[in-house]
């Protein structure tokens, strides 16, 4: 029977290439000389230090263009409260988030009881989800359908099998 998983993963080399290039731009661009931002990535978690809120904000920005430059989705960012560092500075912790929750696996399980295909059925297996149907079409049916949704976390389609 065909199957295929439903995953969600960040490619991090592309994560701390988009830091980098951040953290260059920023030192760089003028309306930033001064303001003492800056990116540091540590596992899973990027911290935004600046010395002002709006001059984090836009640092959180030129993340945001650099990260969707290099084809990482926006919604692997889980962006914490802004908290005041010391000497009036602003940060802010942004985790990224990996894998597919239970309730989005539950999301994923409805979208397939509700296309109708009754030869097709999902499981969540850990942090991915199989779907498994006696006919391509009814995979790629199913993929589209996944597309189309508007979950919270970015999905990819791995492990396609005959």
């Not at 003492?36 to 709006?54: C, F, G, M």
């Amino acid at each position: 029977m065909p199957t295929f998983d439903v995953v969600s993963e960040i490619d991090l080399q592309e994560v701390r290439n988009a830091v980098d290039q951040a953290n260059r731009e920023a030192s760089n661009r003028f309306d930033f000389k001064g303001t003492d931002a800056e990116i540091d990535y540590a596992d899973k978690e990027l911290t935004l230090t600046a010395s002002t809120e709006d001059r984090l904000r836009a640092l959180y920005q030129l993340l945001e263009e650099k990260l969707v430059k290099r084809s990482v989705s926006l919604k692997t960012l889980d962006p914490g409260k802004i908290e005041e560092a010391s000497h009036h500075a602003a940060r802010q912790k942004v985790a990224l988030k990996a894998g597919i929750s239970q309730d989005v696996g539950k999301q994923i399980n409805k979208l397939v009881k509700e296309m109708g295909v009754k030869s097709l059925s999902s499981s969540i297996q850990g942090d991915h989800v199989r779907v498994t149907g006696k006919q391509r079409d009814d995979l790629q049916k199913a993929i589209a359908v996944f597309k189309e949704a508007d979950l919270d976390t970015p999905l990819q389609f791995t492990n396609f099998r005959d």
